[in-house]
């Protein structure tokens, strides 16, 4: 069996082009007998990196078999989803265009953990974001970016998660067993995406009040203080359990970069950088590993799960989907997946039993961060 001229002289010509890891993500999901039989056509070096390649994307398939995600959603389009602190229920973002609170735009929702008893949270007016528990309190109370002080809700053409972030939004607190709501952050500007340490004394958030998007922390009842001075935006702030360790997403020039600091910002230091986009991460529920969405493996495409220690090291794919997936979120007792993702269709929210040890080893080029 040989390949057709064109497609190899194709071949020949992508791969100097292209370079290693290109050439990489341009052969991988290829028929494993296409390149048992044509090995022999390439260079020795190039057939030695292909075929390293053929084992690598059985690996993978190999690997993703720890993944069987029960869907929990149906109605509407899901976006970033959150546990409560004891785990029985999930806080998430939903566009409900028709029936249970009609809205173009991201409102907040709460269901059981299984899917079950789903209902709006946020007033319905305006567009909401970012919706996390605020733990330590005997009453639930939820916080989230909203727009509802304008009394307005936007009109659109089309309905989409992920980009209701507004710069008209305040950070609020909604004591849902009394119904009281307050203001945490206010302007000018976006504030939103807060996260709570465990024990709710203190916040992060991201503002961009001084007309870029920074990330603070604040003692709860105290004032902020501004983590991050670089240009460009620093978002998707999260604090370790313990409240010692602050992670957020840095956007460079020609990239992202998951950055990991003491909780008050000093002594940074860059988990992954890449050319690539890196979308809402968070901690393991022990604070060992970080999670998060990126198109690592294509960059412009599809984004995938993945995983890295707090050290930096051990970066894992984590899924291989034809799909995007994106905001994982391991259960308080690190035995479930909590993801969204649109290889049905629409963006749905996912559940999946969870391994610390599941995924296949990933690299990409990294980056430092000055302190």
Not at 198 to 215: H, I, K, P, Q, Y
Not at 303 to 319: E, I, N, P, Q
């Amino acid at each position: 069996m040989r390949l057709p001229p064109p497609l190899l002289l194709a071949v020949a010509l992508a791969l100097p082009l292209t370079g290693c890891r290109a050439h990489q993500q341009y052969f991988r999901g290829v028929d494993r007998a296409l390149y048992e039989v044509e090995l022999e056509e390439l260079s020795p070096d190039v057939a030695a990196e292909l075929a390293l390649d053929t084992v690598e994307a059985t690996k993978a398939r190999e690997t993703t078999e720890w993944l069987t995600p029960t869907r929990l959603t149906s109605e509407g389009l899901q976006g970033r989803a959150e546990w409560s602190p004891d785990g029985t229920r999930i806080l998430f973002q939903s566009v409900r265009t028709a029936g249970m609170g009609a809205n173009p735009w991201e409102q907040t929702y709460l269901m059981d953990s299984d899917g079950s008893k789903q209902r709006r949270l946020s007033p319905g007016i305006g567009k909401t974001h970012g919706a996390v528990i605020v733990p330590g309190s005997d009453d639930f109370v939820v916080a989230y970016g909203s727009t509802g002080h304008t009394g307005v809700t936007p009109p659109r053409e089309t309905a989409a998660v992920g980009d209701s972030a507004d710069h008209e939004m305040d950070l609020v607190r909604q004591n849902l067993s009394t119904g009281a709501t307050d203001n945490l952050a206010q302007g000018p500007g976006f504030d939103g995406e807060p996260h709570f340490c465990d024990d709710g004394s203190v916040f992060a958030f991201a503002s961009a009040r001084t007309g870029d998007l920074e990330v603070y922390v604040q003692r709860t009842g105290g004032k902020p203080q501004r983590v991050t001075t670089r240009d460009g935006a620093d978002e998707s702030p999260r604090l370790s359990p313990d409240c010692s360790k602050l992670l957020w997403v840095r956007r460079v020039r020609d990239g992202s970069e998951l950055v990991l600091a003491n909780s008050d910002g000093t002594r940074s230091t860059s988990l992954v950088s890449s050319q690539a986009a890196i979308h809402t991460p968070a901690f393991s529920p022990d604070g060992s590993d970080v999670l998060f969405a990126g198109d690592l493996a294509t960059p412009g495409g599809t984004l995938d799960l993945f995983a890295v220690g707090t050290d930096g090291a051990g970066l894992r794919r984590l899924t291989f989907t034809p799909g995007s997936e994106r905001t994982p979120r391991v259960s308080p007792d690190g035995t479930t997946l909590l993801f969204s993702g649109d290889g049905e269709g629409s963006p749905q929210l996912y559940a999946s039993p969870w391994a610390a040890t599941a995924g296949t080893p990933w690299t990409v080029d990294r980056r430092d961060v000055a302190p």
